[in-house]
């Protein structure tokens, strides 16, 4: 992992380089959830970000820069959710090879969607930390560049232009709610939108079953807690990043949890209402507004709505239930 710092020229760089080449995705509204809640709140809507999810802007970051330099030898990454996609879609747009390392009950969609993207992908059994060591290990065997999914400085300065974006849509934004997972997006944001708007609150959002870096403030230090169960795969994460930890422990103002019937809820909304499919993850930042009554009832808000990948067949069963 790099430990060089995430500075304002890293997220102007990313910026410039992702120009023309991420979505510049829209704030959608509804004025009628507006009245019904009390909250005036834009939805940034990453779920129409290219592969699906923000993740495209912090992979792009990375991996063309290794392609740029004309040494790598191909990219590895140990992801079958939202950050393979996004390599395998930056690899092959930036004509690196791309190798995915995805748990063995990977759903056939996402293994096929990488493939079409030409990436080779590789099952390793059920737990993470042993595809991680295979990834490093293919990395090391082969010469590939290992892309980690949030610690990393380029990862997270282009998750950051999501922040800057923010700004530059809803200049009078009062608070961002940005969902966790291992913490790229909001460190990212978060930089961002401190450095020149520092009375803008941000507000991380994770799943009540699975918010290690909720508990891990509260502990003071990075928390290892046991596997979360949610429906918000996303943000599965078992410990905050190494990197992430410390930039949320010092930007983010407030971290809350969100239930798995919330978020349904929120998803819900935002298909029926928003007209706009968001994946679990992509719906928990607007589940922590739209409750009765918000706890942001007043204010200017914009949530991010990180991701949009989800299967028929799961999404499906939620709208039943
Ligand atoms: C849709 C979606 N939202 C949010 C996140 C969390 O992002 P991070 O790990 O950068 O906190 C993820 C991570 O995979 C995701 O796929």
Redesign the pocket.
């Known amino acids: 992992m790099s430990t060089e710092a995430l500075t304002a020229d890293r997220i102007a760089s990313a910026r410039a380089r992702l120009q023309g080449v991420a979505h510049l995705t829209p704030v959608l509204r509804s004025h009628l959830l507006d009245d019904r809640y009390g909250v005036t709140l834009g939805l940034k809507a990453e779920n129409l970000q290219r592969a699906g999810?923000?993740?495209f802007r912090g992979a792009y970051n990375l991996v063309s820069q290794l392609s740029e330099r004309g040494k790598s030898r191909g990219v590895v990454t140990a992801s079958s959710?939202?950050?393979g996609q996004a390599v395998a879609l930056a690899a092959h747009m930036t004509g690196l090879a791309a190798h995915l390392v995805v748990p063995s009950d990977a759903s056939a969609a996402k293994v096929a969607a990488a493939e079409a993207y030409g990436a080779t992908v590789e099952r390793v059994g059920p737990k993470s930390a042993e595809r991680l060591q295979r990834a490093e290990a293919l990395a090391a065997q082969h010469g590939w560049d290992y892309v980690p999914?949030?610690d990393h400085p380029e990862v997270l300065a282009g998750?950051a232009t999501v922040g800057l974006e923010i700004l530059s849509q809803v200049p009078d934004v009062d608070a961002i709610l940005v969902?966790?997972?291992?913490?790229?997006?909001?460190s990212g944001i978060a930089t961002a939108v401190k450095a020149t708007r520092p009375a803008v609150r941000v507000i991380g959002v994770e799943p009540e079953g699975s918010a290690a870096a909720f508990l891990s403030r509260q502990a003071g230090r990075r928390l290892a807690i046991p596997a979360g169960i949610t429906i918000a795969d996303?943000?599965r994460?078992v410990v905050p990043g190494e990197l992430?930890f410390p930039i949320i422990e010092r930007l983010v103002d407030d971290l809350v949890t969100v239930s798995d019937a919330a978020i349904v809820r929120a998803l819900t909304l935002l298909l029926t209402h928003v007209k706009t499919l968001v994946?679990p993850?992509?719906a928990a930042a607007a589940a922590y507004a739209w409750q009765s009554p918000s706890p942001l009832a007043g204010a200017k808000v914009v949530a991010v709505l990180?991701?949009g990948?989800i299967d028929a067949a799961v999404l499906a069963q939620l709208l039943s239930a």
Request: glycine residues 30%; hydrophobic residues 20%.
């Open positions: 999810a923000f993740k959710g939202n950050h999914p949030y998750q969902p966790v997972g291992g913490g790229g997006l909001i996303g943000l994460t992430t994946e993850s992509g990180s991701g990948n």
